[in-house]
Protein backbone atom coordinates (compact mmCIF):
# COMPACT_ATOMS: atom_id res chain seq x y z
CA UNK A 1 0.00 0.00 0.00
CA UNK A 2 1.42 3.47 -0.94
CA UNK A 3 2.38 6.11 1.47
CA UNK A 4 -0.43 8.86 2.07
CA UNK A 5 0.84 12.12 2.90
CA UNK A 6 0.05 13.70 6.35
CA UNK A 7 -1.74 16.78 6.59
CA UNK A 8 0.95 20.18 7.11
CA UNK A 9 0.30 21.65 9.94
CA UNK A 10 -0.04 25.23 7.52
CA UNK A 11 -3.21 23.57 6.52
CA UNK A 12 -4.61 21.89 9.28
CA UNK A 13 -6.92 24.65 10.08
CA UNK A 14 -8.68 24.45 6.40
CA UNK A 15 -9.08 20.83 6.56
CA UNK A 16 -9.67 19.61 10.20
CA UNK A 17 -13.71 20.13 10.46
CA UNK A 18 -12.96 23.31 11.86
CA UNK A 19 -15.09 26.68 10.81
CA UNK A 20 -12.72 29.18 8.70
CA UNK A 21 -14.12 32.71 7.61
CA UNK A 22 -14.11 34.92 4.65
CA UNK A 23 -12.01 37.62 4.02
CA UNK A 24 -14.04 41.15 3.83
CA UNK A 25 -11.58 44.06 3.86
CA UNK A 26 -8.51 42.52 5.27
CA UNK A 27 -10.55 40.57 8.42
CA UNK A 28 -11.61 37.02 8.49
CA UNK A 29 -15.60 36.99 8.90
CA UNK A 30 -18.18 35.01 9.20
CA UNK A 31 -20.98 35.63 6.83
CA UNK A 32 -23.41 38.13 8.15
CA UNK A 33 -26.44 35.44 8.43
CA UNK A 34 -24.00 33.22 10.49
CA UNK A 35 -24.78 30.61 7.82
CA UNK A 36 -22.06 27.94 6.70
CA UNK A 37 -22.01 24.91 4.08
CA UNK A 38 -19.84 21.72 4.09
CA UNK A 39 -16.97 21.30 1.94
CA UNK A 40 -16.24 17.72 1.44
CA UNK A 41 -13.07 15.64 0.56
CA UNK A 42 -14.23 13.64 -2.77
CA UNK A 43 -11.69 10.91 -2.20
CA UNK A 44 -13.77 9.94 0.89
CA UNK A 45 -16.52 11.77 1.16
CA UNK A 46 -15.25 13.39 5.18
CA UNK A 47 -15.80 16.85 6.04
CA UNK A 48 -13.20 18.60 5.47
CA UNK A 49 -14.59 22.34 6.65
CA UNK A 50 -17.46 24.60 7.13
CA UNK A 51 -17.32 27.46 5.52
CA UNK A 52 -19.98 30.74 5.48
CA UNK A 53 -22.08 30.98 3.07
CA UNK A 54 -22.47 34.54 1.82
CA UNK A 55 -25.51 36.28 0.77
CA UNK A 56 -26.25 39.88 -0.92
CA UNK A 57 -25.28 41.59 2.59
CA UNK A 58 -22.02 39.98 2.64
CA UNK A 59 -21.53 40.71 -0.90
CA UNK A 60 -22.37 44.13 -0.37
CA UNK A 61 -19.84 44.35 2.09
CA UNK A 62 -17.11 43.16 -0.04
CA UNK A 63 -18.41 45.24 -2.92
CA UNK A 64 -18.29 48.27 -0.47
CA UNK A 65 -14.81 47.25 0.87
CA UNK A 66 -13.14 47.35 -2.84
CA UNK A 67 -14.97 50.68 -3.94
CA UNK A 68 -13.70 52.03 -1.00
CA UNK A 69 -9.90 50.44 -1.72
CA UNK A 70 -10.54 51.42 -5.73
CA UNK A 71 -12.42 54.66 -5.18
CA UNK A 72 -10.13 56.14 -2.46
CA UNK A 73 -7.99 53.60 -1.91
CA UNK A 74 -3.89 53.80 -2.45
CA UNK A 75 -4.17 50.75 -4.84
CA UNK A 76 -5.33 52.55 -8.10
CA UNK A 77 -2.57 55.20 -7.68
CA UNK A 78 0.23 53.47 -6.47
CA UNK A 79 3.60 53.71 -8.42
CA UNK A 80 3.75 50.59 -10.51
CA UNK A 81 7.14 49.82 -8.59
CA UNK A 82 4.90 49.41 -5.16
CA UNK A 83 2.62 47.14 -6.62
CA UNK A 84 4.85 45.36 -8.35
CA UNK A 85 6.84 44.64 -4.77
CA UNK A 86 3.76 43.72 -3.18
CA UNK A 87 3.12 40.90 -6.14
CA UNK A 88 6.57 39.98 -6.29
CA UNK A 89 6.28 39.06 -2.00
CA UNK A 90 3.40 37.14 -2.30
CA UNK A 91 4.92 35.37 -5.33
CA UNK A 92 7.56 34.22 -3.06
CA UNK A 93 5.06 33.01 -0.33
CA UNK A 94 3.09 31.18 -2.96
CA UNK A 95 6.56 29.62 -4.15
CA UNK A 96 7.67 28.37 -0.39
CA UNK A 97 4.11 27.60 0.18
CA UNK A 98 3.00 25.48 -2.76
CA UNK A 99 3.69 21.95 -1.48
CA UNK A 100 1.22 22.87 0.72
CA UNK A 101 -1.13 24.94 -1.60
CA UNK A 102 -1.03 21.55 -3.59
CA UNK A 103 -2.27 19.23 -0.66
CA UNK A 104 -5.18 21.63 0.34
CA UNK A 105 -6.20 21.75 -3.29
CA UNK A 106 -6.19 17.41 -3.82
CA UNK A 107 -7.83 17.25 -0.37
CA UNK A 108 -10.52 19.67 -1.43
CA UNK A 109 -11.29 18.86 -5.18
CA UNK A 110 -10.02 15.53 -5.20
CA UNK A 111 -7.12 15.89 -8.36
CA UNK A 112 -3.76 13.46 -7.68
CA UNK A 113 -1.03 15.14 -6.18
CA UNK A 114 1.51 14.59 -8.90
CA UNK A 115 -0.97 16.60 -10.60
CA UNK A 116 -1.05 19.54 -8.26
CA UNK A 117 2.83 19.69 -7.89
CA UNK A 118 3.23 19.67 -11.32
CA UNK A 119 1.18 23.49 -11.39
CA UNK A 120 4.39 24.95 -8.87
CA UNK A 121 5.92 26.77 -12.48
CA UNK A 122 2.65 28.05 -13.31
CA UNK A 123 1.49 29.51 -10.48
CA UNK A 124 4.39 31.25 -9.76
CA UNK A 125 4.96 31.82 -12.96
CA UNK A 126 1.76 34.17 -13.51
CA UNK A 127 2.15 35.59 -9.97
CA UNK A 128 5.63 36.81 -11.24
CA UNK A 129 4.41 37.36 -14.68
CA UNK A 130 1.76 39.46 -13.52
CA UNK A 131 3.44 41.68 -11.19
CA UNK A 132 5.98 41.93 -13.93
CA UNK A 133 2.77 43.69 -16.19
CA UNK A 134 2.56 46.66 -13.36
CA UNK A 135 5.60 48.59 -14.75
CA UNK A 136 4.05 47.64 -18.88
CA UNK A 137 1.00 49.68 -18.61
CA UNK A 138 1.07 52.23 -21.44
CA UNK A 139 -0.74 54.25 -23.53
CA UNK A 140 0.18 56.02 -27.45
CA UNK A 141 0.52 59.06 -28.78
CA UNK A 142 -1.91 59.62 -31.97
CA UNK A 143 -0.90 61.92 -34.88
CA UNK A 144 -4.58 63.42 -35.48
CA UNK A 145 -6.11 65.79 -38.54
CA UNK A 146 -7.86 68.31 -36.95
CA UNK A 147 -6.76 71.83 -37.95
CA UNK A 148 -4.82 74.03 -35.26
CA UNK A 149 -2.97 72.50 -32.54
CA UNK A 150 -4.20 69.55 -31.17
CA UNK A 151 -2.28 66.77 -29.19
CA UNK A 152 -3.61 63.34 -28.76
CA UNK A 153 -2.82 60.61 -26.30
CA UNK A 154 -4.37 57.77 -24.51
CA UNK A 155 -4.76 56.47 -20.98
CA UNK A 156 -4.89 52.99 -19.79
CA UNK A 157 -6.95 52.81 -16.74
CA UNK A 158 -8.06 49.96 -14.59
CA UNK A 159 -11.79 49.33 -14.92
CA UNK A 160 -12.62 49.23 -11.43
CA UNK A 161 -13.81 46.38 -9.13
CA UNK A 162 -13.63 43.09 -10.60
CA UNK A 163 -16.37 40.74 -9.44
CA UNK A 164 -13.77 36.89 -10.05
CA UNK A 165 -16.38 34.08 -10.22
CA UNK A 166 -14.15 30.96 -10.57
CA UNK A 167 -14.59 27.02 -11.14
CA UNK A 168 -12.97 24.39 -8.65
CA UNK A 169 -11.17 22.30 -11.07
CA UNK A 170 -7.42 23.75 -10.79
CA UNK A 171 -8.09 26.13 -8.02
CA UNK A 172 -4.98 28.22 -6.59
CA UNK A 173 -4.35 28.41 -10.49
CA UNK A 174 -7.20 30.06 -10.79
CA UNK A 175 -7.07 32.50 -8.36
CA UNK A 176 -4.02 33.89 -9.25
CA UNK A 177 -4.98 34.12 -12.87
CA UNK A 178 -7.95 35.85 -12.31
CA UNK A 179 -6.65 38.00 -9.17
CA UNK A 180 -3.03 38.33 -10.87
CA UNK A 181 -3.87 40.04 -14.09
CA UNK A 182 -6.90 42.28 -11.98
CA UNK A 183 -4.51 43.42 -9.70
CA UNK A 184 -1.44 44.12 -11.55
CA UNK A 185 -4.05 46.68 -13.95
CA UNK A 186 -4.77 48.49 -11.00
CA UNK A 187 -8.19 46.89 -10.09
CA UNK A 188 -9.55 45.85 -6.98
CA UNK A 189 -11.27 42.56 -6.52
CA UNK A 190 -14.09 40.63 -5.00
CA UNK A 191 -13.78 37.00 -5.78
CA UNK A 192 -16.03 33.71 -5.14
CA UNK A 193 -14.61 30.56 -5.50
CA UNK A 194 -16.74 27.76 -5.87
CA UNK A 195 -18.27 25.94 -3.50
CA UNK A 196 -16.66 22.96 -3.51
CA UNK A 197 -12.96 24.17 -3.77
CA UNK A 198 -13.26 27.36 -2.03
CA UNK A 199 -9.74 26.40 0.46
CA UNK A 200 -7.11 27.43 -1.54
CA UNK A 201 -8.25 30.83 -2.15
CA UNK A 202 -8.68 31.64 1.34
CA UNK A 203 -5.17 31.03 2.11
CA UNK A 204 -4.23 32.61 -1.01
CA UNK A 205 -5.97 35.50 0.45
CA UNK A 206 -4.19 35.54 3.16
CA UNK A 207 -1.26 35.40 2.08
CA UNK A 208 -1.68 38.62 -0.43
CA UNK A 209 -2.48 40.25 2.49
CA UNK A 210 1.05 38.83 4.25
CA UNK A 211 2.30 39.80 1.38
CA UNK A 212 1.84 43.67 1.92
CA UNK A 213 -1.73 44.03 -0.80
CA UNK A 214 -3.82 47.00 1.28
CA UNK A 215 -7.02 46.00 2.87
CA UNK A 216 -9.94 45.94 0.40
CA UNK A 217 -7.76 45.45 -2.99
CA UNK A 218 -8.95 41.45 -2.74
CA UNK A 219 -11.81 40.18 -0.66
CA UNK A 220 -13.07 36.63 -0.82
CA UNK A 221 -16.55 35.91 -0.04
CA UNK A 222 -16.91 32.18 0.06
CA UNK A 223 -20.64 30.65 -1.02
CA UNK A 224 -23.36 29.45 -3.69
CA UNK A 225 -23.34 30.80 -7.30
CA UNK A 226 -27.35 31.40 -7.07
CA UNK A 227 -26.80 33.22 -3.79
CA UNK A 228 -23.14 34.98 -3.50
CA UNK A 229 -22.64 34.60 -7.38
CA UNK A 230 -25.46 36.15 -8.56
CA UNK A 231 -25.37 39.20 -6.24
CA UNK A 232 -22.37 39.58 -7.63
CA UNK A 233 -23.19 40.02 -11.01
CA UNK A 234 -26.19 42.05 -10.71
CA UNK A 235 -24.11 44.45 -8.47
CA UNK A 236 -24.20 47.99 -9.22
CA UNK A 237 -21.04 49.10 -7.04
CA UNK A 238 -18.96 45.95 -9.53
CA UNK A 239 -17.43 47.55 -13.03
CA UNK A 240 -16.61 44.15 -14.30
CA UNK A 241 -17.19 40.33 -13.37
CA UNK A 242 -14.37 38.03 -15.21
CA UNK A 243 -16.04 34.81 -14.98
CA UNK A 244 -14.56 31.65 -15.47
CA UNK A 245 -17.22 28.48 -15.44
CA UNK A 246 -19.96 26.66 -17.51
CA UNK A 247 -21.57 27.98 -20.57
CA UNK A 248 -25.15 27.84 -19.09
CA UNK A 249 -23.58 29.83 -15.80
CA UNK A 250 -21.68 32.79 -18.24
CA UNK A 251 -25.07 33.19 -20.57
CA UNK A 252 -27.21 33.90 -16.72
CA UNK A 253 -24.28 36.47 -15.82
CA UNK A 254 -24.32 38.09 -18.87
CA UNK A 255 -28.21 38.53 -18.39
CA UNK A 256 -27.41 39.48 -15.33
CA UNK A 257 -24.87 42.10 -15.72
CA UNK A 258 -26.93 43.64 -18.53
CA UNK A 259 -28.85 45.72 -16.16
CA UNK A 260 -25.92 47.65 -15.44
CA UNK A 261 -23.88 46.80 -18.92
CA UNK A 262 -21.11 46.26 -16.32
CA UNK A 263 -18.11 44.50 -18.79
CA UNK A 264 -17.64 41.12 -18.71
CA UNK A 265 -15.63 38.45 -19.63
CA UNK A 266 -15.91 34.69 -20.33
CA UNK A 267 -14.09 31.98 -20.10
CA UNK A 268 -16.43 28.49 -20.45
CA UNK A 269 -17.11 25.22 -21.53
CA UNK A 270 -16.01 23.18 -24.51
CA UNK A 271 -15.81 19.82 -26.12
CA UNK A 272 -12.52 20.42 -28.24
CA UNK A 273 -11.80 17.88 -31.17
CA UNK A 274 -8.32 16.05 -31.19
CA UNK A 275 -7.78 14.74 -34.71
CA UNK A 276 -5.39 12.09 -35.80
CA UNK A 277 -4.16 11.45 -39.21
CA UNK A 278 -2.93 8.10 -40.68
CA UNK A 279 1.11 9.20 -40.53
CA UNK A 280 0.58 10.26 -37.05
CA UNK A 281 3.79 9.19 -34.29
CA UNK A 282 1.66 6.70 -32.64
CA UNK A 283 3.73 6.30 -29.79
CA UNK A 284 3.27 10.20 -29.16
CA UNK A 285 -0.35 10.22 -30.31
CA UNK A 286 -1.56 7.41 -28.29
CA UNK A 287 -1.12 8.51 -24.67
CA UNK A 288 -1.32 12.19 -25.64
CA UNK A 289 -4.93 12.11 -26.76
CA UNK A 290 -5.77 9.63 -24.15
CA UNK A 291 -4.81 12.50 -21.26
CA UNK A 292 -5.78 15.17 -23.39
CA UNK A 293 -9.62 13.77 -22.50
CA UNK A 294 -8.61 11.93 -18.88
CA UNK A 295 -5.85 14.38 -17.60
CA UNK A 296 -8.00 15.41 -14.35
CA UNK A 297 -10.15 13.12 -14.66
CA UNK A 298 -11.85 14.87 -17.69
CA UNK A 299 -12.00 18.52 -15.45
CA UNK A 300 -10.68 20.27 -17.54
CA UNK A 301 -12.43 23.07 -20.18
CA UNK A 302 -9.95 22.62 -22.64
CA UNK A 303 -10.38 18.59 -22.92
CA UNK A 304 -9.58 16.85 -26.21
CA UNK A 305 -13.19 15.12 -25.65
CA UNK A 306 -14.35 14.58 -29.84
CA UNK A 307 -11.26 11.99 -30.72
CA UNK A 308 -11.51 11.82 -34.50
CA UNK A 309 -9.04 9.07 -35.68
CA UNK A 310 -8.49 8.90 -39.70
CA UNK A 311 -9.61 5.19 -41.15
CA UNK A 312 -6.16 4.07 -41.65
CA UNK A 313 -5.35 3.30 -37.94
CA UNK A 314 -8.46 3.51 -36.45
CA UNK A 315 -8.98 0.07 -35.02
CA UNK A 316 -5.10 0.18 -33.91
CA UNK A 317 -5.33 3.48 -32.74
CA UNK A 318 -8.48 2.34 -30.52
CA UNK A 319 -6.40 -0.66 -29.52
CA UNK A 320 -3.56 0.53 -27.91
CA UNK A 321 -5.30 3.79 -26.17
CA UNK A 322 -7.60 1.16 -24.14
CA UNK A 323 -4.65 -0.67 -23.49
CA UNK A 324 -2.54 2.36 -22.14
CA UNK A 325 -6.34 3.58 -20.35
CA UNK A 326 -6.65 0.04 -18.80
CA UNK A 327 -2.87 0.95 -17.65
CA UNK A 328 -3.95 4.43 -15.50
CA UNK A 329 -3.91 4.40 -12.00
CA UNK A 330 -7.05 5.54 -10.39
CA UNK A 331 -7.34 6.80 -6.79
CA UNK A 332 -6.78 9.12 -3.79
CA UNK A 333 -5.50 11.88 -4.92
CA UNK A 334 -3.03 12.02 -1.93
CA UNK A 335 -1.15 8.92 -2.72
CA UNK A 336 1.60 9.40 -5.09
CA UNK A 337 0.93 6.77 -7.78
CA UNK A 338 -2.24 8.35 -8.18
CA UNK A 339 -2.54 9.01 -12.14
CA UNK A 340 -6.67 10.25 -12.17
CA UNK A 341 -8.58 11.21 -8.85
CA UNK A 342 -12.03 10.92 -7.71
CA UNK A 343 -14.43 13.57 -9.88
CA UNK A 344 -15.37 16.49 -7.81
CA UNK A 345 -18.51 15.78 -5.76
CA UNK A 346 -21.63 13.27 -5.51
CA UNK A 347 -23.15 15.91 -8.77
CA UNK A 348 -20.57 15.13 -10.98
CA UNK A 349 -20.62 11.74 -10.13
CA UNK A 350 -24.18 11.18 -11.09
CA UNK A 351 -23.87 14.00 -14.19
CA UNK A 352 -20.80 11.82 -15.69
CA UNK A 353 -21.99 8.02 -15.12
CA UNK A 354 -25.69 9.34 -16.67
CA UNK A 355 -23.66 9.74 -19.89
CA UNK A 356 -22.52 6.26 -19.69
CA UNK A 357 -25.84 5.18 -19.92
CA UNK A 358 -27.05 7.76 -22.29
CA UNK A 359 -24.08 6.49 -24.37
CA UNK A 360 -25.19 2.81 -24.04
CA UNK A 361 -28.73 4.10 -25.17
CA UNK A 362 -27.69 6.21 -28.32
CA UNK A 363 -25.65 3.12 -29.68
CA UNK A 364 -22.12 4.02 -28.69
CA UNK A 365 -19.80 0.93 -27.87
CA UNK A 366 -17.81 1.12 -24.57
CA UNK A 367 -14.32 0.10 -25.09
CA UNK A 368 -12.84 0.51 -21.53
CA UNK A 369 -14.34 1.73 -18.21
CA UNK A 370 -18.34 2.78 -18.23
CA UNK A 371 -19.07 1.88 -14.85
CA UNK A 372 -18.21 3.35 -11.61
CA UNK A 373 -15.74 2.02 -9.19
CA UNK A 374 -16.98 1.14 -6.09
CA UNK A 375 -14.43 -1.61 -4.52
CA UNK A 376 -12.31 -1.43 -1.45
CA UNK A 377 -11.40 2.14 -1.08
CA UNK A 378 -13.08 3.56 -3.83
CA UNK A 379 -16.56 2.80 -1.83
CA UNK A 380 -16.81 6.17 -0.39
CA UNK A 381 -15.20 8.77 -2.76
CA UNK A 382 -16.49 10.07 -6.09
CA UNK A 383 -14.62 7.47 -8.45
CA UNK A 384 -15.13 6.77 -12.17
CA UNK A 385 -12.77 5.11 -14.40
CA UNK A 386 -11.49 6.51 -17.83
CA UNK A 387 -13.82 5.45 -20.05
CA UNK A 388 -13.62 5.27 -24.30
CA UNK A 389 -17.01 5.59 -26.06
CA UNK A 390 -16.05 3.73 -29.86
CA UNK A 391 -18.80 3.90 -32.73
CA UNK A 392 -19.58 7.52 -31.53
CA UNK A 393 -21.64 9.95 -34.27
CA UNK A 394 -20.60 13.90 -33.61
CA UNK A 395 -24.82 14.30 -33.55
CA UNK A 396 -24.86 11.71 -30.54
CA UNK A 397 -24.96 13.90 -26.91
CA UNK A 398 -22.09 12.58 -26.36
CA UNK A 399 -19.99 13.44 -28.62
CA UNK A 400 -22.28 17.35 -28.39
CA UNK A 401 -22.17 17.78 -24.55
CA UNK A 402 -19.61 18.84 -22.43
CA UNK A 403 -19.80 15.62 -19.82
CA UNK A 404 -16.34 17.16 -17.45
CA UNK A 405 -15.56 13.83 -16.32
CA UNK A 406 -12.94 11.36 -17.43
CA UNK A 407 -14.68 10.35 -21.44
CA UNK A 408 -13.97 10.65 -24.71
CA UNK A 409 -15.87 9.98 -27.84
CA UNK A 410 -14.21 8.36 -30.56
CA UNK A 411 -14.76 9.09 -34.18
CA UNK A 412 -13.28 7.23 -37.70
CA UNK A 413 -12.68 10.21 -40.44
CA UNK A 414 -12.16 9.05 -43.76
CA UNK A 415 -10.17 13.06 -45.26
CA UNK A 416 -9.37 16.17 -44.26
CA UNK A 417 -12.83 18.26 -45.51
CA UNK A 418 -15.13 15.89 -43.49
CA UNK A 419 -12.91 15.92 -40.05
CA UNK A 420 -12.72 19.53 -40.27
CA UNK A 421 -16.22 19.92 -40.95
CA UNK A 422 -17.05 17.55 -37.86
CA UNK A 423 -14.45 19.56 -35.60
CA UNK A 424 -16.07 22.81 -36.04
CA UNK A 425 -19.47 21.46 -36.00
CA UNK A 426 -20.01 22.30 -32.54
CA UNK A 427 -21.23 25.67 -31.01
CA UNK A 428 -17.87 25.35 -28.65
CA UNK A 429 -14.55 26.54 -29.84
CA UNK A 430 -11.57 26.69 -26.53
CA UNK A 431 -9.20 23.98 -27.44
CA UNK A 432 -8.33 21.82 -30.32
CA UNK A 433 -5.46 19.58 -31.40
CA UNK A 434 -4.02 18.11 -34.62
CA UNK A 435 -1.24 14.85 -34.42
CA UNK A 436 0.51 14.28 -37.72
CA UNK A 437 4.38 14.27 -39.04
CA UNK A 438 3.00 16.44 -42.11
CA UNK A 439 3.74 20.03 -41.92
CA UNK A 440 1.25 21.10 -44.50
CA UNK A 441 -1.19 18.88 -42.68
CA UNK A 442 -0.74 20.56 -39.30
CA UNK A 443 -0.15 23.52 -40.78
CA UNK A 444 -3.67 24.08 -42.68
CA UNK A 445 -5.56 22.04 -39.86
CA UNK A 446 -4.61 24.73 -37.59
CA UNK A 447 -5.95 27.52 -39.28
CA UNK A 448 -9.43 25.81 -40.58
CA UNK A 449 -9.80 24.97 -36.54
CA UNK A 450 -12.38 28.06 -35.06
CA UNK A 451 -11.22 27.94 -31.42
CA UNK A 452 -9.01 29.92 -29.25
CA UNK A 453 -6.00 27.41 -29.05
CA UNK A 454 -4.83 24.62 -31.29
CA UNK A 455 -1.69 21.94 -29.84
CA UNK A 456 -0.08 20.53 -32.84
CA UNK A 457 1.59 17.31 -31.77
CA UNK A 458 0.49 17.85 -27.98
CA UNK A 459 -2.43 19.02 -26.12
CA UNK A 460 -2.70 20.57 -22.88
CA UNK A 461 0.10 22.77 -22.36
CA UNK A 462 -0.12 26.43 -20.83
CA UNK A 463 1.59 29.27 -20.53
CA UNK A 464 1.74 32.63 -18.14
CA UNK A 465 2.40 34.19 -21.38
CA UNK A 466 0.47 32.73 -24.17
CA UNK A 467 -3.35 33.90 -24.30
CA UNK A 468 -6.30 31.39 -23.66
CA UNK A 469 -9.51 31.68 -24.35
CA UNK A 470 -12.56 30.75 -26.59
CA UNK A 471 -14.48 31.15 -29.96
CA UNK A 472 -18.03 31.08 -29.97
CA UNK A 473 -19.65 29.76 -27.34
CA UNK A 474 -16.66 29.26 -25.75
CA UNK A 475 -16.76 32.90 -24.09
CA UNK A 476 -15.20 35.92 -24.69
CA UNK A 477 -11.52 37.90 -23.84
CA UNK A 478 -8.46 36.56 -23.52
CA UNK A 479 -6.58 35.37 -20.11
CA UNK A 480 -2.69 34.93 -20.27
CA UNK A 481 -0.67 37.08 -22.27
CA UNK A 482 -0.06 40.40 -22.14
CA UNK A 483 -3.50 40.93 -23.61
CA UNK A 484 -5.19 39.90 -20.54
CA UNK A 485 -4.80 42.81 -19.20
CA UNK A 486 -6.70 44.87 -21.81
CA UNK A 487 -9.94 42.72 -20.10
CA UNK A 488 -9.15 45.24 -17.00
CA UNK A 489 -8.53 48.30 -18.44
CA UNK A 490 -10.25 51.39 -19.91
CA UNK A 491 -8.97 53.58 -22.44
CA UNK A 492 -8.92 57.13 -22.20
CA UNK A 493 -8.60 59.37 -24.93
CA UNK A 494 -6.98 63.03 -23.91
CA UNK A 495 -7.18 66.05 -26.51
CA UNK A 496 -5.25 68.76 -25.16
CA UNK A 497 -4.87 72.10 -27.33
CA UNK A 498 -1.55 73.93 -27.48
CA UNK A 499 -0.94 77.38 -27.89
P1 LIG B 1 -20.27 26.52 -12.98
O1 LIG B 1 -21.31 25.69 -12.40
O2 LIG B 1 -20.60 27.42 -14.11
O3 LIG B 1 -19.64 27.34 -11.78
C1 LIG B 1 -18.58 28.25 -11.95
C2 LIG B 1 -18.67 29.32 -10.89
O4 LIG B 1 -19.87 30.09 -11.09
C3 LIG B 1 -18.79 28.75 -9.48
O5 LIG B 1 -18.09 29.59 -8.60
C4 LIG B 1 -20.28 28.80 -9.24
O6 LIG B 1 -20.63 28.80 -7.89
C5 LIG B 1 -20.64 30.11 -9.91
N1 LIG B 1 -22.05 30.25 -10.27
C6 LIG B 1 -22.99 29.29 -10.46
N2 LIG B 1 -24.18 29.83 -10.77
C7 LIG B 1 -24.00 31.18 -10.77
C8 LIG B 1 -24.85 32.29 -11.02
N3 LIG B 1 -26.13 32.14 -11.34
N4 LIG B 1 -24.34 33.53 -10.95
C9 LIG B 1 -23.04 33.72 -10.65
N5 LIG B 1 -22.18 32.70 -10.40
C10 LIG B 1 -22.65 31.44 -10.46
O7 LIG B 1 -19.05 25.64 -13.48
P2 LIG B 1 -18.29 24.52 -12.63
O8 LIG B 1 -19.11 23.29 -12.66
O9 LIG B 1 -17.81 25.05 -11.34
O10 LIG B 1 -16.99 24.36 -13.54
C11 LIG B 1 -16.99 23.60 -14.66
C12 LIG B 1 -17.17 24.45 -15.90
O11 LIG B 1 -16.18 25.46 -15.99
C13 LIG B 1 -17.02 23.66 -17.16
O12 LIG B 1 -18.04 24.02 -18.07
C14 LIG B 1 -15.68 24.07 -17.70
O13 LIG B 1 -15.53 23.90 -19.06
C15 LIG B 1 -15.59 25.47 -17.28
N6 LIG B 1 -14.21 25.92 -17.20
C16 LIG B 1 -13.73 26.77 -18.14
C17 LIG B 1 -12.42 27.18 -18.11
C18 LIG B 1 -11.88 28.12 -19.14
O14 LIG B 1 -10.84 28.70 -18.91
N7 LIG B 1 -12.52 28.29 -20.27
C19 LIG B 1 -11.58 26.74 -17.09
C20 LIG B 1 -12.09 25.87 -16.14
C21 LIG B 1 -13.42 25.47 -16.20
P3 LIG B 1 -20.98 27.43 -7.09
O15 LIG B 1 -20.34 26.31 -7.81
O16 LIG B 1 -20.39 27.66 -5.77
O17 LIG B 1 -22.46 27.32 -7.05
MG1 LIG C 1 -14.27 20.20 -1.57
Known sequence: MPQELTVPSTIA????GASP????????????????????????????????AADAPDVDRAVAAARRAFDSGPWATMKP??????????ADLVEARHEDLAILDTLDMGAPIQ???????????????????????????????????????????????VGAIIPWNNPHIAFIWKVGAAIAAGCTVVLKPAEEASLSALWLGEMLLEAGLPNGVVNVVTGFGETAGAALSVHPGVDKIAFTGSTATGQAIVHAAANTLKRVSLELGGKSPNIV???????????????????????????????????????????????YTRSLTVGNGLDGDTQLGPVVSQTQLERVTNYFEIGRAEGAAIASGGKRLTDGDYASG???PPTIFTDVHNEM????????GPVVS????????????????SPFGLGGGVWTNDLNQATRTVSALRTGTVWVNCYGQMDPAVPFGGYRMSGYGREGGVEHLDEFLETKAVWTQTH
Open 277 to 323: FNDADLDLAVPGAAMAAFTNSGQVCSAGTRLFVERGIYDEFVAAMTS
Open 397 to 404: RIAKEEIF
Open 115 to 161: RMRGNLRRAVGMARFYAGLTTALRGETIANSIPGDFHTHTLREPVGV
Open 410 to 425: VMAFDDYESVIRLANA
Open 81 to 90: YDRQRIMMRF
Open 13 to 16: RFVT
Open 382 to 384: YFV
Open 21 to 52: SMLIDGAFVPAVSGETFDTLNPATGGLLARLP
